[in-house]
């Protein structure tokens, strides 16, 4: 059984930063690889971030390069997403998933994906 929770959205403005967390329960989180996922009115989940299990490599998508980072705690089971630079086109509700496989790079689409948390809503005004 894997529990994903993610926290640390909210209303912010243009230009604001967050801090998003995931934590997860279970055992092999640092076996797998980590990814933020996101979901906007009317439109498809897309892929955000993603981290491989130990770190060592990272992806983003074109939108988020360069304004978000993505790491992760193994220690404490937890991953993390740093928001900067916010954009009103940021708004979605955002995800945690755990690689469907363990030992794989990060992959970008969603079917790579087998546990998925509720989501944390960002919200991004102008």
């Known amino acids: 059984q894997v529990d994903l929770v993610e926290s640390g959205g909210g209303l912010v403005q243009a230009g604001d930063s967050l801090r998003l967390s995931c934590a997860a329960s279970?055992?092999?989180?640092?076996?797998?690889?980590m990814a933020w996922f996101r979901q906007a009115p009317g439109k498809q989940r897309e892929f955000v971030a993603g981290?491989?299990?130990?770190?060592?490599?990272?992806s983003y998508s074109d939108s988020v390069n360069g304004r978000f980072t993505v790491s992760r705690d193994n220690a404490k089971n937890t991953l993390y997403l740093e928001l900067t630079s916010l954009k009103p086109e940021d708004t979605a509700l955002y995800y945690c998933?755990?690689?469907?496989?363990?030992?794989?790079?990060?992959?970008?689409?969603?079917?790579?994906?087998?546990?998925w948390g509720q989501g944390t809503q960002v919200t991004v005004s102008a």
């Open positions: 998933a755990r690689a469907r496989n363990p030992l794989t790079p990060v992959r970008l689409t969603s079917d790579a994906y087998i546990h």
């Open positions: 279970g055992s092999s989180f640092s076996s797998h690889a």
């Open positions: 981290i491989t299990r130990k770190g060592g490599s990272k």
